[in-house]
Structure formats: C-alpha cells, structure tokens
C-alpha cells in the first residue's frame, strides 16, 4: 500500500480527530513532505528524514516535530510530552478552525524543521551517567555485583529507562520494590520493556 493511500485508510479509520488530521495533512504536503505510515502514525518525510508525526490523543491532536528542541518557539506553541522527552516536541490541537489559524505559523515551524534536517543539525542527548543513580540501585548493586555488570552491560537506551522509571517513585520502598520486579530481567539483558 503505498503511502497516499495508507494515511487515507488511517484518517477514514480514526475515531477522532479525522477533520483535524485532513487539514494537518493538507498543511503538511503543502511544504513539500513526503507521507508514509510509521510506528502505527501518519508521519511526514524530507529526503528520508523523519520531520514530523500526526498523532491523536484522546484530549487533543498534534503534530509531533521529531527535532523540535532545536526550533525557535517564539509563539510559545511547543509541549513536552514528558518531562523526560529530550528532541521530540508537540503543537496541540483541539479543533480544525485552531489548525487553519495557525497554518503560516505550522508551515514556518515545518520549514525550519527542514532546514534542521538540511544542515545536519542533531539533537544533544543527555548520556547515562547524566541521569541520577537511585540509592536503591545502588545498594542492589554493592549487594549483587552482577547485577551491577548486567546493567552496565544493558545499551544505554535500556539503562536510561531502568533509571527513569526506579527514579520516578517518591517512596524508598516503591523503588527498592520496582529494582527488586526487575531484578532477573536485567540479569538476563533485557529492557524495561523487553
């Protein structure tokens, strides 16, 4: 299936949001993206590039700018979907009338989007050993030095989502609790997800 006709089946089968999507689309091809179907989403090319992701939501749609760290705000329209998300960033739609007011601000962003991807322009990720090592995780490992060499030996991906999510809780015993879950999953090299 190619392309045009993959979106066409993911818009006439979308539960909501399909007004929005068709005047995001025809936005979008208006700048000259190529479209295609990635990770279930309707997502938008330039020179096999990924720039921008259609995205629906059950509050709102958006449009998710792959680089989007590295764009000028200066409408302020730009959201973090997590704190935790470093590149990514979204514009926030709730109707259609919303996305026909602002479609010279949404194909300036999609513009400077493409200059990014023109220039080679990357996105500086925050390494590992950026992000803080529970006291928990620590413990486990002074008391399990496996464990400590099987997640050092996890991709750094992995890691970053051990970190995040041990991190996440509030309470000393929710995270010893989360370490302790995922004790044999790390020991046999697999994710958080995995």
């Not at 960033?89 to 010279?104: S, V």
């Not at 803080?132 to 399990?144: D, K, T, Y």
Request: glycine share 6%; hydrophobic share 40%; net charge neutral.
């Amino acid at each position: 299936m190619d392309g045009k006709q993959a979106i066409d089946d993911f818009i006439d089968h979308a539960n909501t949001w399909q007004e929005e999507f068709r005047q995001l689309r025809t936005t979008l091809l208006d700048c000259s993206l190529k479209e295609e179907i990635k990770w279930g989403k309707p997502c938008y090319t330039f020179q096999a590039n990924n720039i921008v992701i259609m995205q629906g939501f059950k509050e709102y749609c958006a449009l998710l700018f792959v680089k989007g760290a590295l764009l000028h705000d200066p409408e302020g329209i730009f959201t973090k979907q997590t704190e935790n998300v470093q590149a990514a960033r979204q514009i926030r739609f709730t109707d259609a009338q919303e996305i026909i007011k602002m479609e010279p601000i949404l194909k300036a962003c999609i513009q400077e989007a493409i200059e990014v991807e023109k220039a080679g322009l990357k996105v500086e990720y925050k390494k590992t050993a950026d992000f803080p090592l529970p006291g928990e995780l620590e413990a486990a490992f002074q008391e399990n030095p496996a464990l400590q060499a099987a997640f050092k030996s996890l991709t750094p991906g992995r890691q970053r989502a051990y970190l995040l999510y041990f991190s996440a809780s509030k309470q000393a015993k929710t995270r010893t609790a989360r370490i302790e879950k995922y004790r044999q999953q790390i020991l046999a090299g697999k994710g958080l997800n995995d």
